[in-house]
């Protein structure tokens, strides 16, 4: 369960080698994947920069696919190095980090993806500090930034303010998962070893770990563990329902385990911060911030002035041209050649919407590209007069509404507000895969008609739809052309695609006609689902671009691709 909010910390120091210093026991816990923990955060912290590109090529072209977060970081670090990144967007600046407003009150926003990001994620953190953007806590289930939390399961409802007013039954459940995870998954020893960057015994553990957890199931792995299997079904049931941290993640029950302990081992999914105003605002920072001391561009310039005020359009097609170069065709015919390309799309869009030369890939990164399995989502907000919630019941003395996590259609419910007396937001419902399908046909009428019938049933006599004000916002991530799904999560059996995935950007291994394209985003990433995984991945390929065209790492500053092959995702056979 959620846990008192604490701020990112400033990084702790790193050897020369790259390889982790001890820290203390209460050092902060940070995304450090095992698969390749590599310290984003120091890297990006080191006073000299992340690389040296030489003066020849100043002003280089190269090509970004995509504005949403990791296209942004992309491009803005490249810019920083004295590139020319030309950033392509098919739709808007953002991508998946975005955020509507409610027309009648522009101020009232809702983040339609990303929308709660943990402490831990440090290489994120680095850019929300670095513009100068306001954050806050997020109010997940039962934590402090939540007044009462409601858990409602086959009719029974529970209202608490702490975790610790929850029964009994709810506190096995929680040391059930916990037993699970330490007797199978080492996960004590994993967190220590992540708070010290202990490197090497990360990657023992998790090594070890990989080939016999790979092909179990989320739901498989709790299943089959002593302490749920002596707690029984009911246990095993309503720990999908409420989950760990955000809630219930029970639509997370047929991915590979290795996907949950990721987020577990990494409290991605605790202590989380919404970011004021929304989401959006940290992209389109990116886009708009002029940053100081570049190499080649004057004071001044930012992504938004290099590009006159607005990306490049959608890409329909990415070939090898006759000089060698990669030609990237616009959909409206406009065609550019590029020395190197970063595409950061959900990478299905590079069989589906954009034509790429099949040969510009090994087979086997495409059979990878072609397996990621995506989780749908779906997210539906009303704007409501004011946070009525907080009104006290004289009957129960409770608040009338609470953050809810129920097993009816709606799952989730959170309540948003920026104080009393103004316009506060309700999402009325966040699901996943099957809870997010039974939404999709629906028009948003439909959807928050069925929602409010929901509520009704658990918080009876509270006239929710009285305070609507405003049209419904409501978005399906796998019905929109530019993404397809809301975010990666490999099934059992796929860790091999996400390591080809992963680690493509580092190109010496492949033939010259394969090398210059690079991939980058979410999905690419060991930890999608999460913003982390975009700016890190993206930071991979910047890496990998400036390689590819004759820079260099900066000495004492190793970036990821130099440190690949000691700290990176092992191969399974
Ligand atoms: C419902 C949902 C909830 C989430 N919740 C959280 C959360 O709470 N915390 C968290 O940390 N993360 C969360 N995430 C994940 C986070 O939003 C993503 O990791 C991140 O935004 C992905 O950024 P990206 O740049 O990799 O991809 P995207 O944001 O998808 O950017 C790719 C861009 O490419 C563009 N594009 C597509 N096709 C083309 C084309 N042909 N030509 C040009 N451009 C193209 C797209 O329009 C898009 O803007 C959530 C995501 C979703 C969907």
């Known amino acids: 369960m959620t846990i008192a909010t604490e701020l990112p910390t400033e990084p702790t120091p790193r050897g020369e080698t790259g390889i982790s210093q001890a820290t ?15 310290s984003y955060d120091h890297y990006l912290a080191h006073p000299d920069g992340l690389a ?14 995509g504005a949403g977060l990791s296209g942004l970081v992309t491009a803005y670090e490249l ?19 975005r955020t509507a407003s409610f027309p009648s009150a522009p101020g009232v926003v809702a983040d339609l993806g990303g929308m709660r990001f943990p402490v831990s994620g440090k290489a994120f953190y680095h850019y929300v500090g670095l513009l100068g953007l306001d954050t806050q806590e997020f109010p997940n289930p039962l934590a402090p930034a939540t007044s009462s939390t409601v858990i409602e399961l086959a ?13 009994e039954f709810f506190h096995e459940v929680a040391t059930a998962w916990k037993a699970a995870v330490n007797d ?11 708070r010290a960057r202990d490197t090497k015994r990360i990657k023992e553990l998790w090594d070890e770990l990989l080939p016999l957890l790979d092909e179990q199931t989320f739901y498989g792995f709790i299943a089959a563990s002593k302490s749920f299997k002596e707690a029984g079904f009911a246990h095993r049931e309503a720990f999908g329902q409420v989950g760990f941290g955000t809630g219930g993640w029970d639509t997370d029950f047929p991915n590979s385990i290795l996907e949950i302990l990721r987020v577990v081992y990494t409290d991605a999914d605790d202590q989380h911060r919404l970011i004021t105003g929304g989401a959006q605002r940290l992209p389109e920072a990116l886009w708009h911030h002029a940053p100081s001391g570049m190499a080649h561009w ?16 959608a890409v329909d097609r990415i070939e090898r041209g006759e000089n060698g170069d990669l030609m990237v ?6 065609e550019t050649g590029y020395p190197a390309v970063v595409t950061t799309c959900q990478s299905w869009l590079l069989s589906t919407r954009i034509h790429t030369q099949e040969s510009l890939f090994p087979s086997e990164l495409w059979t990878a590209i072609e397996r990621s399995h995506y989780m749908q989502s779906s997210k539906t907000f009303v704007m409501v007069d004011r946070p009525f919630w907080k009104d006290i019941d004289p009957e129960t003395g409770r608040e009338v509404l609470s953050m809810t996590l129920t097993d009816r259609l709606n799952r989730a419910t959170y309540l948003l507000d920026d104080g009393p007396d103004k316009p506060a937001v309700i999402l009325l419902s966040y699901t996943w895969n099957d809870d997010a399908l039974k939404w999709l046909s629906l028009s948003a009428e439909e959807r928050v008609k069925l929602m409010l019938h929901s509520l009704e049933q658990i918080y ?30 490999n099934l059992p059996g796929h860790y091999r695609y996400q390591q080809r995935l992963f680690t493509h950007f580092k190109q010496d291994k492949l033939p010259e006609s394969q090398r210059g394209i690079f991939l980058a985003g979410d999905d690419v990433s060991f930890t999608a689902g999460w913003a982390e995984g975009a700016v890190t991945t993206g930071l991979n390929a910047v890496w990998g671009v400036v390689n590819h065209l004759g820079g260099s790492s900066v000495a004492g500053n190793p970036g990821p691709g130099d440190l690949l092959d000691e700290l990176g995702p092992i191969s399974l056979d």
Not at 162 to 167: C, K, N
Not at 184 to 194: C, K, L, N, V
């Open 79 to 97: 810019m920083k190095l004295g590139l020319r990144p030309v950033v392509y967007e098919a739709d808007q600046i953002g991508g998946r980090l």
């Open 52 to 65: 040296i590109v030489p003066p020849e090529l100043f002003g280089t072209e190269v090509a970004v696919i």
């Open 24 to 38: 203390p026991a209460d050092a902060p816990i940070t995304m450090l994947n095992p698969d390749f923990p590599f």
């Open 298 to 313: 004057p004071e001044g310039t930012s992504l938004a002035s290099l590009h006159s005020g607005s990306p490049r359009g």
């Open 460 to 489: 009876p006599g509270v006239d929710i739809a009285s305070h609507i004000v405003g049209q419904p916002i409501t978005v399906s991530w796998e019905a929109d052309p530019n993404f397809m799904g809301a975010f990666k999560a």
């Open 184 to 194: 199978g998954a080492a996960f004590q020893e994993m967190q220590d070893a992540i």
């Open 329 to 334: 065709r616009e959909r409206w015919g406009r």
């Open 155 to 167: 009719g029974q409802k529970h209202y608490a303010a702490t975790s610790a007013e929850l029964p």
